[in-house]
């Protein structure tokens, strides 16, 4: 399984991004991907997750209302639109999938960087 997120960059308070992830690899039937991020001197908090079959979405009280994870089943991509930025979401951000009946979060991508400004 590979992941790949893009998207990241520089923007002021309030402004959007939206990231991409491309998954590849394997057949996502039945996963669930997700957002996670890590701002410096933090842990990696989780953002939003949406389940490949059904699109069952989920996300962290800080997030919600203001991002939204989709996806793309016939192009393996995962987005996640982000509105109304606030400095404190600046972090890097990354891709990651679980599988079936797993427990955790198996397979990560490399994080794309997302800056707010003030």
């Known amino acids: 399984v590979q ?3 893009s998207g990241g960059g520089l ?6 991004l939206r990231l991409s992830c491309l998954a590849s690899g394997h057949t996502f039937t039945n996963y669930i991907m997700g957002w996670f991020r890590q701002a410096p ?3 990696r908090e989780f953002v939003a997750s949406v389940s490949w079959n059904r699109g069952t979405t989920a996300y962290a009280g800080s ?4 991002f939204t ?5 016939a192009k393996n991509m995962v987005y996640l639109q ?4 606030k ?8 891709c990651a999938t679980q599988p079936g009946g797993a427990r955790e979060y198996r397979y990560w991508g490399r994080g794309t960087l997302v ?4």
């Not at 982000?82 to 930025?85: E, G």
Request: no cysteine.
């Open 69 to 73: 994870i989709s996806r793309d089943s």
């Open 82 to 85: 982000m509105n109304s930025l």
């Open 11 to 16: 923007v002021q308070a309030g402004g959007s």
């Open 3 to 5: 992941l790949q997120a």
């Open 87 to 94: 400095t404190e979401d600046t972090a890097v951000y990354y």
């Open 115 to 118: 800056t707010v400004s003030s």
């Open 63 to 66: 997030v919600k209302g203001r």
């Open 41 to 43: 001197g933090k842990e």
